[in-house]
C-alpha cells in the first residue's frame, strides 16, 4: 500500500521535481495511458465482435431452422409416397404368391381326377364324425351329399381327391384361414390354419357340420360363373374372421369338377401394409374400383373398411373425393385431404393387377412435429454455439484485463531506464492497432521484448488470422453462391431456348392463331410445351409436365420432348399418333432410370378441314370453345408416360369449326394455391377464359394474371404452363377477329 500511495503521489505531483521523478512520472503516464487506450480498442473491439456474432449467429440459426424443418416435411412427404408403391407392390406380390399357390391347387387337382391311378388314394379325418386340430387336412360332406348317399365310385373319387393333402400342407405358410377343394358332387377338402383358435376345423362343430351348404355361397358360384381365378370383396368369414378368399375352378375329363378356395385374412394383409417404424398416425388402406375402402387397420371413421360401403367418392372434404377419384383412375400421388376433422397427407399408387388402389395416410401433425423437432434440434444446437462464444469471449476479456493488470504493475515497479525502453514497444503497439482497425488485417506485430507486450501482439496476430481465415471462408461461401446462381441463371436460359417462341411463332398465317408460355416454380422446370408443322397443313401441339421439378424434371422434360417430336416426325402422319406413344413410352423407360413420369396432352391440327387428331397420356383435360363456349375435353383414360411399358394409346379426334379453340395447360395452373390453401381450381379457370375472348394471346394473358392475383404472396408450387389454338380455318379471319378479337 505504502508503495502505491508514493506511485499515485508522483503521478499527481505538481511543482518542481528532478530529472528522475520527471522521467519516472514521464514513463508512468505513457505506460498508464498507453494501457487504457489499448485495452478500451481491444475490449470495444471484442464487445463489438462479439454482438455482431452473436447477432449473425441468430438470424443463421433461424434461417438454417426453417430450411431444415421445410427440408424434413418434404422428405417424409416424398417418402411417404415411395412407401406407399413399395407396399402396394408388397400387397401385389403377396396376393400373386397366393393366386400362383390356388392354381396349382386347381392343376393338381384335375390331374389327380383325370390320372387318378398315378396317384395313391388317402382316407382323411371326416369332420362330419369327428374333431379335426389345425393344420390338418379333412373331409367334409355336404348335407344334400349325406342325404343322397356316397357311391362306390364317388367314395373312389374323394379318396383319390385326398392325395392333394400333402399340396395343402405345403402351401400352408402362405395363408392364416382356410384353404378348401369344393367339389361339385358335394364333398370338399379342407384345412383350417386359425392359429391361436382351439377349435381346429371349423367344420367339425355345429351348426356348419350340418348346414354347410357351400355350393350356394356367393364365391363357388361367381368362380362357376367367371371360369377363372378370381378374388372376392373382403367378407366375414364362417370362422369368424374378415377374409379376402382367392378362387379358382378346376376340371376332371367331363368338364368343372369344383372351385379351389384360398382365404387371405385381412389383418394379416393390414399388419404387411404397415411398418415396424410406424406409430398410429401413419396407416395404409385398400380402396376398391368404386371407391370404398375394403382393407384397412381402421375401425371407424372416413378410412375404416367398416361395411358400411362409404364412398370417398362422395367424402365431404373435396380434396378427398377428388383423390378418391384419381385413385380409381389409377394414378399415383400425394394430395392434402380431411377426414374426421383431422388434416392428412395421403399419398396412394395403384395396386398393380388390379383394379384397387393403396393409400398411405399421415396426420400432417406427425410431419409438421417432426419438422418441428428438427428445427429446434438445429436452434438449440445455435443457441448452444452462442453460449460457448459468448463464455469464449468472456473468457479473453478476463484474462485480458487480468493480464494488463499484471502488465501495469510490472510496469510501475520498473525504473526510469525501463519506462524509457518501454514507450518504444508501447508506440509500436499503439500503432499496429489502429492500423488493423482501420481494416489492414495483414499487419502483424512482432515484439522481442520478453514480456507481456510481446504476448499480447501475439494475440493481436492469431485474433488477425483468425478474422482473415473468417474472411476467406466467407468469400469462398460467397463465391460459391454467386455460381450456382450464375448456373441456374444459365440454365434457365437454355431451357427457355428449347422452347419455341410462345408470342405470334407464325405470323404469316392467317388460317390459326397460337400462343403459349412457360412458367418454372424453381429457375428451372419440368413442364413444357411445342408445336411444329409435319407438313405445309397439319400443326401439331404438345404440352407435357414432369413428375418432378428442378434440374432433374428439366433434363428429363428435354429427354420426352426431343423423343415425341423426333418419333412424330419421322412417322409423318397423324394417324400413327398412337404409335408414336407407344414407341415414345417405351424409349423413355428404357433411359428412365430416376422412375419419373410425364403426363402428355399431343394433338395434330389439319389446318384445311379443322380436323384435331389427338392423344392424352395422364393429362389434365383440355378446355374447347365451341359456338363461342368453353367446355371441358372429356378425359381420356389413357396412362402417363414413362411409368410402364408396352401400354397401348388409342387417338381420338374432333372437328374444329372456324373460330373454335383448344386452351391446353399443366396442372400448376388449377392446382396454383392462394395464403388459404385453397386452389385455383377447374371452374375458375373455366371462367377466366370464359371472360376472356379473343385470341390465344389475351387467353392467356387473362388466365396468368388470374392465377397471379388469386395466389398473391403465396409460393408458386409447380411450373405453370399454358398453351392455346385458336382455328380461323384456310380462308381468311373471321369478321370478329378483324374487329379486336384476334391478335
Known amino acids: 500500500m505504502k508503495k502505491i500511495k508514493i506511485l499515485l503521489e508522483l503521478i499527481f505531483q505538481r511543482g518542481k521535481m528532478n530529472i528522475y521523478r520527471r522521467i519516472l512520472r514521464m514513463a508512468l503516464w505513457g505506460s498508464c495511458v498507453t494501457f487504457v487506450v489499448m485495452g478500451g480498442i481491444f475490449l470495444a473491439s471484442i464487445f463489438v465482435l462479439q454482438s455482431e456474432l452473436q447477432e449473425q449467429n441468430r438470424v443463421l440459426s433461424e434461417k438454417v431452422g426453417d430450411y431444415v424443418e421445410e427440408a424434413v416435411q418434404e422428405e417424409v412427404k416424398d417418402g411417404l409416397t415411395e412407401t406407399t408403391v413399395l407396399r402396394a407392390r408388397l400387397v401385389q406380390r403377396l396376393l400373386k404368391g397366393c393366386s400362383f399357390s390356388v392354381e396349382l391347387l386347381a392343376t393338381k387337382l384335375g390331374d389327380i381326377l383325370q390320372h387318378g391311378e398315378t396317384y395313391l388314394p388317402k382316407n382323411l379325418p371326416v369332420a362330419n364324425d369327428e374333431e379335426v386340430a389345425d393344420y390338418v387336412p379333412y373331409v367334409y360332406y355336404s348335407p344334400g351329399l349325406i342325404k343322397q348317399g356316397i357311391s362306390p365310385k364317388l367314395q373312389q373319387e374323394i379318396a383319390a381327391v385326398s392325395a392333394i393333402e400333402n399340396e395343402f400342407k405345403h402351401v400352408s405358410h402362405r395363408y392364416n384361414g382356410s384353404i378348401l377343394a369344393a367339389s361339385k358332387h358335394g364333398y370338399l377338402i379342407r384345412m383350417d390354419m386359425l392359429d391361436g383358435d382351439e377349435m381346429g376345423g371349423i367344420l367339425c362343430y355345429e351348426p356348419l357340420r350340418s348346414n354347410y351348404n357351400y355350393l350356394g355361397k356367393e364365391w363357388y358360384q361367381e368362380t362357376v360363373k367367371a371360369g377363372k381365378l378370381i378374388f372376392t370383396e373382403p367378407y366375414m368369414a364362417s370362422y369368424g374372421k374378415k377374409c379376402i378368399s382367392i378362387c379358382a375352378p378346376y376340371y376332371d375329363a367331363e368338364g368343372l ?87 392428412y397427407y395421403l399419398a396412394y399408387a395403384p395396386l398393380p393387377g388390379s383394379e384397387w388402389s393403396l393409400g398411405t395416410v399421415i396426420d400432417t401433425a406427425g410431419i409438421t412435429a417432426k419438422g418441428d423437432q428438427a428445427e429446434a434440434a438445429v436452434v438449440a444446437d445455435f443457441k448452444q454455439y452462442s453460449m460457448v462464444l459468448r463464455d469464449y469471449f468472456l473468457f479473453i476479456v478476463v484474462g485480458v484485463v487480468i493480464l494488463f493488470v499484471m502488465l501495469l504493475y510490472l510496469i510501475l515497479k520498473r525504473n526510469v531506464q525501463m519506462a524509457k525502453g518501454f514507450a518504444v514497444p508501447i508506440n509500436f503497439l499503439t500503432d499496429g492497432v489502429r492500423e488493423i482497425a482501420a481494416g489492414n488485417l495483414q499487419r502483424k506485430l512482432y515484439l522481442k521484448t520478453g514480456d507481456e507486450l510481446e504476448t499480447l501482439a501475439e494475440s493481436f496476430n492469431q485474433m488477425t488470422e483468425e478474422l482473415t481465415a473468417s474472411m476467406e471462408r466467407l468469400a469462398k461461401t460467397t463465391a460459391q453462391k454467386e455460381r450456382i446462381e450464375t448456373e441456374l441463371s444459365v440454365a434457365t436460359r437454355i ?137 371441358y375435353l372429356e378425359k381420356a383414360q389413357h396412362p402417363v408416360m414413362g411409368a410402364l411399358e408396352d401400354l397401348p394409346y388409342c387417338t381420338e379426334r374432333l372437328r374444329l369449326q372456324k373460330g373454335d379453340a383448344i386452351f391446353l395447360y399443366t396442372d400448376g395452373v388449377t392446382e396454383a394455391r392462394n395464403e388459404g390453401r385453397k386452389f385455383f381450381g377447374e371452374q375458375r379457370l373455366l371462367r377466366t377464359l370464359s371472360a376472356a375472348g379473343g385470341g390465344a394471346d389475351k387467353g392467356l394473358e387473362s388466365v396468368y394474371q388470374a392465377v397471379c392475383e388469386f395466389a398473391g404472396e403465396a409460393a408458386p408450387s409447380d411450373d405453370i404452363t399454358m398453351l392455346e389454338l385458336v382455328y380461323y380455318g384456310s380462308s381468311e379471319r373471321m369478321d370478329c377477329h378483324e374487329n379486336g378479337e384476334g391478335k
Open 257 to 343: 369338377a369344383g372351385v379351389v378356395v384360398a382365404d387371405v385374412d385381412t389383418d394379416y394383409i393390414c399388419q404387411r401394409m404397415q411398418s415396424d417404424e410406424a406409430d398410429d398416425s401413419e396407416f395404409s388402406f385398400v380402396m376398391d374400383k368404386e371407391g370404398v375402402v375394403i382393407i384397412s387397420p381402421k375401425q371407424e371413421g372416413a378410412f375404416a373398411a367398416d361395411g358400411m360401403n362409404k364412398n370417398l367418392r362422395q367424402a365431404e372434404n373435396s380434396a378427398l373425393a377428388a383423390t378418391a377419384e384419381r385413385m380409381i383412375a389409377g394414378e399415383k400421388g400425394i394430395a392434402l385431404v380431411e377426414a374426421d376433422g383431422i388434416e
Open 495 to 631: 431451357q427457355t431456348g428449347l422452347l419455341p417462341a410462345g408470342q405470334n411463332p407464325f405470323p404469316q398465317r392467317k388460317d390459326f392463331d397460337l400462343a403459349a408460355m412457360m412458367k418454372p416454380a424453381r429457375e428451372v422446370g419440368g413442364d413444357f410445351y411445342d408445336f411444329y408443322f409435319l407438313d405445309e397443313h397439319h400443326l401439331a401441339i404438345t404440352v407435357a409436365d414432369v413428375s418432378d421439378k428442378g434440374v432433374p424434371a428439366a433434363l428429363f422434360m428435354v429427354i420426352a420432348k426431343t423423343m415425341l417430336k423426333e418419333n412424330l416426325l419421322f412417322a409423318g402422319s397423324p394417324e400413327r399418333l398412337g404409335d408414336v406413344f407407344v414407341k415414345t413410352n417405351n424409349s423413355l423407360i428404357r433411359s428412365n432410370k430416376e422412375n419419373m413420369f410425364v403426363t402428355v396432352f399431343c394433338g395434330v391440327l389439319d389446318t384445311l378441314s379443322g380436323e384435331f387428331i389427338y392423344v392424352n397420356a395422364g393429362h389434365n383435360p383440355p378446355l374447347i370453345r365451341q359456338s363461342s363456349r368453353y367446355n
